[in-house]
Structures are given as structure tokens and as C-alpha cells.
């Protein structure tokens, strides 16, 4: 099954506008939000909270919440708990939350229950459905994107396809938003017994973060927004700004592969040389045995390898010394690793489907099909690389929304207050989650403090900047704000 307008939803963590109207909840736990504790993966405690699938008609009925938390042994002067999330969306928070003594420094863990969960949605909260193993596998390996008339028109029967799917197989489609997401963490602030949420979020979880602290300013408790999104950019300029970011990084990865001993690129290489390489594979796949290494393949590979430049980098100089044999061994792996693909073939979780539906429902899209497809030829002159994978992933949010009549939102408001002050981090060359959309968040959450980490890669907290460490963690310990505007380096 071909969705080459599917793969910018699974590719990059794309988000989009919320609504405005502040959300009253009441602030003592109520039949719903309540938790019980159960033992679970031998140091942790599971519990399921219940949520209201609309809260607009609470007779709807109501979502399944998978809860994890993690007390550390050694734990004194406790502060409360710190719900996490991963990013994504899609992502799993309890699986996440299994790590949770790496998640972050031991002086942390010491005072805080470390608390993911799944959001409505995703992992084992009432998860959205739509591709079997094998039609999954049959999408990710398809061609990426329309080249010709033939082509779009079968990027719009698939699309089409793969939509129908999802709403036959997951009741409720409508309500998966990130801005339910948001309320269902307000529940679980009250079903935890804390007066304020305690929050780390990471990519998308930043504009989960900013959602919840838009609908609950007065909830706000110690809050860290890394890897940050901008709540207010709209779709296309998103996707545009996205692809650009993405095409710096591969420029920046030939400079740093020049360098290297080991570097399989020609001396004269310059981004070029990947358009060639998905050009070449797109008709000769790479190999792994008897299975086929596509260009899509390829393509999530080398984007995957771009999010960290410590791991990432050196694996796609292997993955590209391998595919000039015809072996796609390392691009696999990293397409694998980012898809959730185990090595039979079959899936971890319903993270790629999650990941397409509830960013649906979450942009605000004015561009009708053809005037996606005339405005093609724009992302490809702003990022010659990467933008022709990414210019026709509005028509599935299209389709997505014509069907179902999903709520939209639009965000107008310039800024808001908060109880406390947050922590925003921006890495200056972070190509999931450009640095001006940290600075943007910055502005439009008053008396947020930016934390600017200047290198490579997605996200900061934890990836070997102890300025920024320092800084995260004195303010979860201490509540101590950063001087505003902190520089730090990797």
C-alpha cells in the first residue's frame, strides 16, 4: 500500500494550533480521577485512570489511561510527583517511564515519583488502530512520494484507503486530540494528590505541555519544555520549516563527515549527493537477505540518523558505506528503530498510527488537495533534499478531517501567565524541533526562561551539557530559575 502523503506525519514530529478557553475542572479528585496502585514490572506501580472520551458529553463514555510510576528507593524530602513524556506523538510514556533512573540525574530521582503514561490513544490507552503488521509494512517500504500524475492519483486511493481503515477499526476517532490529552492530565494532577503538575517534556511533549498550561495556568507547577514546539505556526509553514532544519543537518553531517577518517562521501559531496541516493534506490532497493531496503526506507533512515549527532552521525557514515555495495543493513536498523519494527517484521505498538491520527487532528489545514499539490514545487526550492517527501502530508489530515468533522481550533492569543515560571531549552541546530520555535514558545509563554544549548541534535536535557543539566535540575530541586536567556554548550 502506497502513502507517500503519510510519510512528513511518521517522519518528523510535526504539531499544531489549540484552543483557548480555559477548562474548569474541580480541584478535588472526582469518580474519575482516582488511582490504584498495583505492582508491576518489579519496581514500578501500575494503575488505569479513567477519563471522560468527550468532555463535552461526559455520556459518551470514557477512555482507559495506562499509569506508571516509579519511587525511588532511596528517595527523602520528596517535592511530588514528575509526569513525563517522550514526544511523539505516538510515543509510549509508560514505556518511556521504564527507564525512568535514566531519564533524569539521581538528585532528581531522589525527590520526585517519576509518573508517565500512555495518552488517549496511544500504547495501551485505548489505542488508536488502523494497519495490520503487514499493511504497515507494505506502507513504510512504498514510494515516498508522487512524482507524476499515476503517482498522486494513487497517493490519493491509498491515503484515502488507509483513513477508511483507521475509522473502522477505532471508535471515537474524533476525540484523540493533544487538547484532550491535556485535560486528561489535569486529571491525573488530582488523582496524584498534587496541587500543581510537576512536568518534563520532551518534543511533541512540549506541546502537550504548553496545552495543559494553557487550559491549567494556575496548575503549573515546576515545568521543563525541551525540544520545544511552536504552538501558533501553521501547518504548511510547520512542514516548511521542518524540511528546511532537516536539509542544515545533512549539510551539517557532510561537514562533519569530512572530517573523519572514516567518511564514505566524495570530497566534493553536498546534500545532492542523498537526492541521488534516494533517486538510485528508488529504483534498485538496497538488500537485507531476501528483504528489500526502499527508498522510504531509506529516506527515515538517514532523517532518524540526523536526530542525534553522537549516535545518529556515525551510524549513517556505516549505513552509507554499506549502501554504496547494494547492502542496506545500518539503514534498516535505523528505519527499523524509529518505526517500531521488531526484526520479524511485526510492530512494538500502534506508535505509527497514533502518530498520524493525532496529528491530524491537531493542525489547523486552509489548503484544499490541488493547492497542496501546486505548492509542491516550494518546499522543494526551501529544501531541495527533504522538502519533496514532505510537501503532500496535508492531504492526509484532509482526508482525515472530511470524514470525521473533527473539532478545530484556532489559537489567538499572543501569550499567557503561568503560577511558575517555566524552563523552555532550544537546541540551536536541532532539526525536529527548530530553535526558533523554542524562542517563539519563549514569547508566548510570559516568564518563561529559554535555555539556548548551542550543537547538534534533538532535545538537550541529559545529552552532555552540564549547563543545562545544572540548570533542569536545580530547578526541579530548588524551584531556582536560570538566568534568562542562559547559553549553554554540548
Known amino acids: 500500500m502506497r502513502k507517500g502523503s503519510l510519510l512528513l506525519v511518521i517522519l518528523l514530529a510535526l504539531t499544531a494550533c489549540s484552543s483557548t478557553t480555559k477548562q474548569s475542572f474541580p480541584d478535588a479528585p472526582n469518580d474519575l480521577s482516582t488511582l490504584t496502585w498495583t505492582t508491576c514490572h518489579d519496581k514500578f506501580q501500575c494503575a488505569t485512570l479513567k477519563v471522560p472520551i468527550d468532555y463535552s458529553d461526559e455520556s459518551v463514555g470514557q477512555f482507559d489511561i495506562a499509569v506508571i510510576r516509579y519511587r525511588d528507593p532511596n528517595q527523602n524530602n520528596r517535592i511530588g510527583s514528575l509526569v513525563v513524556n517522550p514526544g511523539g506523538p505516538g510515543v509510549s510514556g509508560v514505556e518511556y ?3 525512568a533512573q535514566y531519564i533524569v540525574n539521581p538528585d532528581v530521582l531522589e525527590r520526585y515519583d517519576i509518573v508517565g503514561f500512555d495518552p488517549r490513544g496511544v500504547g495501551a490507552s485505548s489505542p488508536i488502530t488502523c494497519l495490520s503488521d503487514v499493511e504497515q509494512e507494505a506502507s513504510l517500504i512504498s514510494d515516498p512520494k508522487p512524482d507524476n ?3 498522486y492519483a494513487q497517493t490519493l486511493k491509498d491515503t484515502q484507503d488507509f483513513i477508511d481503515k483507521c475509522i473502522a477499526k477505532t471508535p471515537n476517532l474524533a476525540h484523540f486530540s493533544t487538547r484532550d490529552a491535556a485535560k486528561d492530565m489535569e486529571l491525573l494532577r488530582q488523582a496524584l494528590g498534587d496541587k500543581q503538575l510537576n512536568y518534563l517534556g520532551f518534543s511533541y511533549g512540549t506541546y502537550l505541555g504548553t496545552l495543559y498550561a494553557q487550559l491549567f495556568p494556575d496548575k503549573v507547577g515546576r515545568f521543563v519544555l525541551d525540544g ?3 504552538p501558533q505556526i501553521s501547518f504548511e509553514q510547520q512542514t516548511k520549516v521542518q524540511a528546511v532544519a532537516f536539509d542544515q543537518a545533512l549539510a551539517n553531517f557532510i561537514t562533519d563527515c569530512h572530517k573523519q577518517k ?11 549527493f542523498f537526492t541521488e541516493l ?3 534506490v528508488s529504483q534498485t532497493p538496497l538488500t537485507v537477505g531476501d528483504r528489500q531496503i526502499t527508498e522510504g526506507l531509506v529516506v527515515t533512515g538517514t532523517a532518524s540518523a540526523l536526530y542525534d549527532d553522537v549516535s545518529g552521525w556515525p551510524s549513517l557514515r556505516i549505513a552509507i558505506q554499506e549502501g554504496q555495495n547494494g547492502d542496506g543493513t545500518t539503514f534498516a536498523q535505523l528505519a527499523d528503530s524509529y518505526n517500531a519494527r521488531e526484526s520479524d517484521g511485526r510492530f512494538k505498538n500502534n506508535e505509527n498510527d497514533a502518530n498520524v491520527i493525532i496529528n491530524c487532528l491537531d493542525w489547523q489545514q486552509s489548503k484544499t488537495n490541488d493547492q497542496i499539490k501546486s505548492a509542491a514545487d516550494s518546499f522543494k526550492k526551501l529544501a531541495s533534499v527533504f522538502g ?3 510537501a503532500y502530508s496535508g492531504i492526509t489530515c ?3 478531517n472530511e470524514k470525521i468533522h473533527a ?5 489567538n492569543k499572543i501569550s499567557f501567565n503561568t503560577a511558575t515560571p517555566v524552563l523552555v531549552i532550544g537546541t540551536t541546530q536541532d532539526p525536529a524541533t527548530p530553535y526558533e520555535w523554542a524562542k517563539s514558545l519563549n514569547s508566548y509563554i510570559h516568564g518563561s526562561h529559554l535555555i539556548t544549548l548551542k550543537g547538534e541534535g534533538h532535545t538537550g536535557y541529559g545529552r552532555g551539557s552540564a549547563c543545562t543539566d545544572d540548570a533542569v535540575d536545580s530547578y526541579l530541586i530548588n524551584g531556582t530559575t536560570p538566568a534568562k536567556n542562559l547559553i549553554c554548550t554540548q
Open 398 to 400: 484532509n482526508m482525515l
Open 407 to 411: 473539532p478545530q481550533w484556532i489559537n
Open 278 to 280: 534516494f533517486n538510485k
Open 149 to 151: 500524475e499515476a503517482e
Open 262 to 272: 572514516n567518511c564514505p562521501l566524495p570530497k566534493d559531496a553536498t546534500p545532492a
Open 97 to 99: 517511564t521504564l527507564s
Open 228 to 230: 520545544a514546539v511552536d
Open 388 to 390: 519533496p517527501y514532505v
